[in-house]
């Protein structure tokens, strides 16, 4: 679903990162234009492979043929999220799609 994000839900998506001195960047990145955002379902690990096929969370990490690898550049401007294992999904899906 394509949607943006206001800045409410970024700030509790990023609630982690909140006392990091880039969490206003990641808030202003999310926040100034749409998002694509989607529930990826499979089996247990699903999670895993979706991280893998994403890669490292700072582009310069990210393996070449990972989605961060090959089309990031900026750590502040994340060009792609997934949970980070199932409890993160549960909260994150919560948040973005509170019906299901």
Known sequence: EMRTID????????????????????????????????????PEDTWQVARTMIGATNPRDAAPGTIRGDLGILFTENLIHGSDGPESAQREIALFFPGL
Do not use: S
């Open 7 to 42: 800045r409410a839900t970024a700030e509790t998506h990023y609630g982690e990162h909140a006392d990091k001195p880039f969490f206003g960047e990641l808030v202003e990145f999310i926040t100034r234009g749409p998002a694509l955002v989607a529930v990826i379902e499979g």
